[in-house]
């Protein structure tokens, strides 16, 4: 039935829920080489992790060799996790935000993803020769190891000389039937598997993502500025967001999708079939005012296992603030002038720039 190992690996893969699957060679990739420059330029903001280093005080997600240098291949999977649901350049109520579409589902993906990839690891081990604590450990003693967007391995590297879809100018995986709604995750293995060939980059002259992108993240074609970026200022940014970059957030209160909703090949992107990605109730264009004036107690309730937990409370509080202030919308300017004396300094101190912008 299947003709090679490699054809058995994508199989596992279907069968564990992933829609695409592929095969990459460990190399330093001219993509990872041109990562510590753009660590250099502190394009990375306050991601302090993306520096993490070896020993040697070189940068870890340069090069897979100084994470796992035993790995010989890299087992990439993608799942979609697009649904029915209009795109952010679609709806336009200024009282509501936006999430970003990855955010919205009943399952914080990190875990649902991790399930399957190991699940298809789990069967790696059986068609190698057995559990691992069965194993001789010799020169063919099989090694593992899964990320799921948590590790210092840049996935999307790999998925793209594993034939899953290639980079887009927005720095996001695209696939040709699929668009770019795609969770990724990466499974390291001692094992020399044969690759499969590089997806080849189809974005041609097409610029959109570049033009829509409201704060001018994307600098060049693949390149990125993450702290320019929506989705950094939303999500990783602590404290106050630079006045000058405010009014460009619009109405996102957490991360953004326009670069991928502008993007042609998402225009007939299908829908998922796993449950777990579709939306929680009120997380689809939620109320600025219910987000703004949201307590701890009902943070965790309605966000427990969900991304949001990253921005945390007064995050996404000062995130709906600024939203409000983006709104155009007198509604809110009740709501904003209690805020200006709220117990949160940030959350005070951009509820202050929201009532003027307002007024």
Same mark, same amino acid.
């Given at each position: 039935?299947?003709?090679?190992?490699?054809?058995?690996?994508?199989?596992?893969?279907?069968?564990?829920?992933?829609?695409?699957?592929?095969?990459?060679?460990?190399?330093?990739?001219?993509?990872?080489?041109?990562? @510590?420059?753009?660590?250099?330029?502190?394009?990375?903001?306050?991601?302090?992790?993306?520096?993490?280093?070896?020993?040697?005080?070189?940068?870890?997600?340069?090069?897979?060799?100084?994470?796992?240098?035993?790995?010989?291949?890299?087992?990439?999977?993608?799942?979609?996790?697009?649904?029915?649901?209009?795109?952010?350049?679609?709806?336009?109520?200024?009282?509501?935000?936006?999430?970003?579409?990855?955010?919205?589902?009943?399952?914080?993906?990190?875990?649902?993803?991790?399930?399957?990839?190991?699940?298809?690891?789990?069967?790696?081990?059986?068609?190698?020769?057995?559990?691992?604590?069965?194993?001789?450990?010799?020169?063919?003693?099989?090694?593992?190891?899964?990320?799921?967007?948590?590790?210092?391995?840049?996935?999307?590297?790999?998925?793209?000389?594993?034939?899953? !879809?290639?980079?887009?100018?927005?720095?996001?995986?695209?696939?040709?039937?699929?668009?770019?709604?795609?969770?990724?995750?990466?499974?390291?293995?001692?094992?020399?598997?044969?690759?499969?060939?590089?997806?080849?980059?189809?974005?041609?002259?097409?610029?959109?993502?570049?033009?829509?992108?409201?704060?001018?993240?994307?600098?060049? @074609?693949?390149?990125?500025?993450?702290?320019?970026?929506?989705?950094?200022?939303?999500?990783?940014?602590?404290?106050?967001?630079?006045? #000058?970059?405010?009014?460009?957030?619009?109405?996102?209160?957490?991360?953004?999708?326009?670069?991928?909703?502008?993007?042609?090949?998402?225009?007939?992107?299908?829908?998922?079939?796993?449950?777990?990605?579709?939306?929680?109730?009120?997380?689809? #264009? @939620?109320?600025?005012?219910?987000?703004?004036?949201?307590?701890?107690?009902?943070?965790?309730?309605?966000?427990?296992?969900?991304?949001?937990?990253?921005?945390?409370?007064? !995050?996404?509080?000062?995130?709906?603030?600024?939203?409000?202030?983006?709104?155009?919308?007198?509604?809110?300017?009740?709501?904003?002038?209690?805020?200006? #004396?709220?117990?949160?300094?940030?959350?005070?101190?951009?509820?202050?720039?929201?009532?003027?912008?307002?007024?």
């Amino acid at each position: 039935m299947f003709s090679t190992f490699q054809s058995r690996i994508h199989h596992l893969a279907r069968e564990a829920g992933f829609d695409l699957c592929g095969i990459a060679p460990v190399r330093d990739f001219a993509e990872l080489q041109a990562f @510590p420059a753009w660590i250099a330029d502190e394009c990375h903001g306050e991601m302090k992790y993306m520096e993490s280093r070896d020993e040697a005080g070189e940068l870890k997600r340069a090069s897979l060799a100084r994470v796992a240098p035993w790995a010989r291949s890299v087992i990439v999977c993608a799942i979609n996790y697009n649904t029915a649901h209009p795109y952010s350049t679609q709806t336009s109520d200024p009282t509501r935000g936006w999430i970003s579409r990855y955010a919205w589902s009943r399952e914080d993906y990190h875990e649902s993803v991790m399930l399957r990839l190991r699940s298809v690891e789990a069967q790696l081990y059986t068609l190698h020769g057995g559990p691992v604590d069965q194993q001789p450990m010799t020169g063919d003693y099989l090694q593992t190891r899964c990320y799921v967007d948590t590790g210092p391995i840049i996935e999307r590297v790999f998925a793209k000389y594993a034939g899953v !879809g290639w980079i887009g100018k927005n720095t996001c995986i695209i696939n040709q039937r699929l668009g770019s709604w795609l969770f990724l995750g990466a499974i390291l293995t001692s094992l020399e598997l044969a690759p499969d060939l590089p997806a080849p980059d189809r974005c041609g002259t097409c610029t959109r993502c570049i033009a829509a992108c409201p704060t001018q993240a994307i600098t060049a @074609p693949g390149q990125l500025d993450a702290r320019l970026c929506i989705s950094y200022l939303t999500i990783e940014k602590r404290g106050e967001i630079p006045e #000058n970059l405010r009014k460009g957030l619009g109405r996102h209160v957490f991360g953004c999708d326009i670069c991928q909703d502008v993007c042609p090949w998402n225009r007939r992107a299908p829908a998922t079939g796993a449950p777990e990605f579709q939306p929680r109730e009120g997380l689809v #264009n @939620p109320a600025l005012d219910w987000l703004a004036e949201m307590k701890p107690e009902q943070f965790r309730e309605v966000f427990h296992s969900s991304p949001i937990r990253r921005a945390k409370l007064s !995050g996404l509080r000062r995130n709906a603030v600024i939203a409000m202030g983006n709104s155009g919308d007198p509604k809110f300017l009740s709501t904003l002038d209690t805020l200006t #004396n709220d117990a949160d300094p940030i959350v005070a101190h951009h509820a202050r720039w929201a009532l003027q912008r307002l007024t």
